[in-house]
């Protein structure tokens, strides 16, 4: 059993940076894990993700060269560092942990089994 717990989301201005935490709690951290994010009237969508085993990390084109995703040396907590920021990047956003660890990123919500609870990232002018 594994949770989720994303923290760090707050009301920001544009152009501002902001970075979110995602907690894994259970009795292994051994996951790719997903960034996502739901905007009002709009399906989630893959922010970006890292891969456990590679650390390799992969972006949507919306956040490339804007977000960073990285994660503490025991992969329990990891971050995504939003810079930059742009009104469009009003959402909640969700970490998720991938059905398989593996060498490929999974991009699609499907892919992802285990989510937290979101955090509130609101930009404004």
């Known amino acids: 059993q594994v949770r989720l717990v994303e923290s760090g989301g707050r009301s920001v201005k544009a152009g501002d940076s902001l970075r979110l935490s995602c907690t894994v709690h259970g009795r292994t951290v051994i996951y790719d894990i997903g960034w996502f994010r739901q905007a009002p009237g709009k399906a989630r969508e893959f922010v970006g993700g890292i891969l456990y085993f590679s650390g390799r990390t992969d972006y949507a084109d919306s956040v490339k060269g804007r977000f960073t995703i990285s994660r503490d040396s025991a992969a329990k907590n990891l971050y995504l560092q939003m810079n930059s920021l742009k009104i469009e990047d009003t959402a909640v956003y969700y970490c998720?942990?991938?059905?398989?660890?593996?060498?490929?990123?999974?991009?699609?919500?499907?892919?992802?089994?285990?989510w937290g609870q979101g955090t509130q990232v609101t930009v404004s002018a």
């Open positions: 998720a942990t991938a059905r398989t660890v593996g060498a490929r990123m999974s991009t699609t919500e499907g892919a992802y089994n285990n």
